[in-house]
């Protein structure tokens, strides 16, 4: 092997800098379980960004003669792979909409189109203003095979909000026609379901993109959440096994290998995404997602009945906050209106309280509590905080019209015949 450097080694901890086709032309057959890679992506641009501090700059190249010349390129290093992996080996070809046809038709080519296993779309929230088309929000990684005899860990994730809690609880079979019924038994009781281990993993992942905060961030252009490699490493490899990333960039495959217990072989062009690899590798920093720890409905948690009475109104519910329940859409010099609605067992003090300190984080001019008791505060309340306005909810005025009117009626004014 000539034209590379060997960085790093030890206990297969491997980190070549050189092009990973001749690097990969230096190691054994069948000796590596588990292949990420993550390619430039045809996207015809220079990647480049700073690192936090912005004392470095990292960029890659990803410009192209043309579709064939990408498609030799990516041939001739996946060829290699499949020499590489072990019989019970699989490969994870990263791509987007840009050569996911590409890389598809060339993994076929060399994998075999039995072989073929998943495409996983990688799901993230991103918002962008993105031009007259739709916001990209997934990746794709298409998922091969050596042989039929891969290894493969099946792991469960939780059951959907919409899943009928007997669907969990009762045992299910088929009928004569293989419709799925819940399984009886001979007294044509419903029998229990055996353990409970919830629902295989499927092939859409919505895992965070990196935000430009988050701790594992370096810097480095188009850097893939350790998270996603956690999935990845976890689903095709055991303990002791060993990855090989060709186009490590920053070292995520790394990092994600190491902190799983694998050996690695991480390989890239660039000096400045091996030096990065390794500074990673010092220091193991990962960004633990509290959307995936907590589930995404933990999120939703704004209060369906405050909702209910501000129907009709032009805003957006505001989850996570415990201060405010919606937004107006429109802003009011500039600047968010938040509203909240009394709660039944909050006095109107306490209600204003929230909603101020709230509305004060958000730089409000102005916000709306709408009251819906007339629970009273143990002393007399007043208002100081000018930017909070009270309004009555329907219910409450209503209430107090009726009460008003009655009062009225018995002194002989009778207010509804009035405005009636
Ligand atoms: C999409 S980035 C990888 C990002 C990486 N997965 C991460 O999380 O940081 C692609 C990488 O491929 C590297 N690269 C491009 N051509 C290469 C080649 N022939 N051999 C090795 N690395 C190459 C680039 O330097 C770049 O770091």
Redesign the pocket.
């Known amino acids: 092997m000539s034209g590379f450097h060997k960085r790093r080694s030890s206990k297969m901890q491997e980190i070549y800098h050189?092009?990973?086709?001749?690097?990969m032309k230096g190691l054994k057959d069948n000796s590596v379980d588990m292949i990420?890679l993550?390619?430039?992506?045809f996207t015809n641009k220079k990647?480049s960004l700073s690192s936090k501090d912005r004392k470095s700059h990292?960029s890659?190249?990803?410009i192209w003669d043309s579709h064939k010349s990408y498609a030799e390129?990516i041939l001739a290093?996946l060829i290699e792979g499949k020499r590489i992996l072990k019989d019970t080996g699989s490969i994870f070809i990263?791509c987007d909409k840009c050569a996911n046809h590409i890389l598809r038709f060339v993994g076929e080519e060399v994998f075999g189109e039995e072989n073929f296993l998943s495409e996983i779309i990688w799901f993230y929230k991103r918002w962008s203003n993105s031009s007259n088309n739709l916001t990209p929000n997934h990746q794709n990684i298409l998922f091969f095979s050596k042989t039929k005899e891969y290894t493969f860990n099946k792991i469960y994730t939780e059951y959907s909000e919409t899943t009928n809690i007997d669907q969990i609880l009762q045992k299910r079979s088929r009928d004569i026609h293989g419709k799925a019924i819940y399984a009886r038994d001979v007294d044509g009781s419903i029998i229990s379901s055996d353990e409970k281990k919830g629902v295989p993993l499927n092939d859409v992942w919505e895992i965070p993109f990196l935000n430009p905060k988050a701790k594992e961030r370096?810097g480095?252009?188009?850097?893939?959440?350790i998270l996603l490699?956690d999935r990845i490493i976890e689903i095709s490899t055991n303990e002791g096994d060993i990855v090989l990333?060709?186009?490590?960039?920053?070292?995520?495959?790394l990092v994600a290998a190491k902190l799983k217990d694998r050996k690695f072989v991480g390989?890239?062009?660039?000096k400045?995404?091996v030096d990065?690899?390794e500074s990673r590798l010092e220091t193991l920093v990962k960004t633990e997602s509290a959307l995936l720890n907590k589930g995404r409905l933990s999120y939703i948690n704004a209060d369906e009945k405050s909702l209910a009475i501000l129907s009709g109104l032009d805003i957006l519910p505001v989850h996570r906050n415990a201060g405010i329940d919606a937004i107006l859409k429109r802003n009011y010099l500039s600047k968010p209106v938040p509203i909240r609605v009394q709660r039944e067992y909050e006095t109107l003090s306490e209600a204003v309280g929230k909603l101020s300190i709230a509305a004060k984080r958000k730089s409000a001019e102005i916000a709306f509590l709408v009251a819906i008791n007339t629970v009273q505060d143990l002393f007399d309340f007043k208002i100081d905080d000018c930017i909070i306005k009270v309004i009555n909810s329907p219910a409450l005025e209503i209430n107090a019209t009726i009460e008003q009117s009655l009062v009225n009626k018995l002194l002989n004014t009778d207010i509804l015949t009035r405005t009636g």
């Open positions: 050189g092009d990973c086709l001749e690097i990420y993550d390619p430039p992506f990647h990292y890659f190249n990803d390129f290093r990263h370096t480095y252009p188009t850097q893939k959440p490699l990333d060709p186009f490590c960039g920053s070292g995520t495959t390989i890239d062009i660039s400045d995404a990065l690899t």
